[in-house]
């Protein structure tokens, strides 16, 4: 596929500003010869109804807890026949959830796949319902009040089990997630990446603001870049946050999306207490 040419063709019935085609696009751009295989939610939609399809790539749709372990066997049967594919699960935090067996199965495996998670942190395609990944006090239409549950670290879950390359991405910063891609390509093994993806119906905020809102989930803190490849790093993006006398407002991110309307300034509070205790978390992975 040239360059300039995405994945994702234009007509598609994804919403405004929606972040799952901005990620398949720098998945396009990143790897050759892409299969996709899909757990129900959003991409769904997006990829389109038979006999017509928005996705210039092989997809294969299935049901919520298959898919990694499909696309194990895809993966298999192409390096039995000798062919070089990237085989890739595309899903929702909500597909994570339902499918977290079959996640962690094949990363005890170490089967050959990259599993990407666009998370755009509840289940969007049935009805904004909170998920694992659903920001601390987000209101969602199970959790109207604000979220009181913790919040599901995925990404470090997915590190423990000591597989090749894990990694988190953003949005708001494709060339960091085109570069991460590229190295995971390279690796054999069970990859995964976990991609922040700000949803604008679902968080209530004006769809030409979706990378914006990705950036500044990242510079208050909020979203933490990392990757994992044998060693624990912080990307370089992420970094100058280590310090969070450096980080943008947290109160601003919050108060800019809809979710939060009415949140307190006690509750910003325990938040921000909640980020830092992410942060120190993670900083004992890169001591490692």
Partial sequence: ???????????????????????????????????LVIPAGCSTIIAGIHPKATLKVPVLHVPFASAPAVAAGISAAFRRRGIERNVVVWMGDGGAD????TISGAAVRNDDIIVIVSDNEAYMNTGIQSSGTTFWKAKTTTSPTGKKEERKDLAAIMLMHRIPYAATASVGYLNDFIKKLEKAKNI???????????????????????????????KCGAWILWEFDGKFSFS???????????????????????????????EIKEIENAVEKQWKYLEVFEKL
């Avoid at 500003?17 to 398949?24: A, D, F, I």
């Avoid at 339902?98 to 067996?101: K, L, M, P, R, S």
């Avoid at 905020?205 to 914006?212: G, I, M, N």
């Avoid at 999306?257 to 300034?265: E, K, L, V, Y």
Wanted: hydrophobic share 35%; net charge positive.
């Fill in 98 to 101: 339902i499918g977290f067996a």
């Fill in 1 to 35: 596929m040239k360059i300039e040419e995405s994945i994702v063709m234009p007509g598609n019935p994804s919403c405004q500003g929606c972040p799952h085609v901005l990620g398949l696009k720098a998945l396009g751009l990143a790897l050759d010869n892409p299969v």
């Fill in 188 to 218: 054999k093994g069970f990859r995964f990446i976990q991609l922040h993806s700000p949803c604008p119906p679902g968080w209530r905020f004006d769809s030409s603001k979706t990378v914006e809102m990705a950036r500044m989930a990242v």
């Fill in 236 to 266: 370089q993006v992420s970094k100058p946050y280590k310090d969070k006398n450096k980080r943008n407002s947290l109160a601003e991110y919050l108060r800019s999306q809809g979710r939060f309307r009415g949140i307190s300034d006690e």
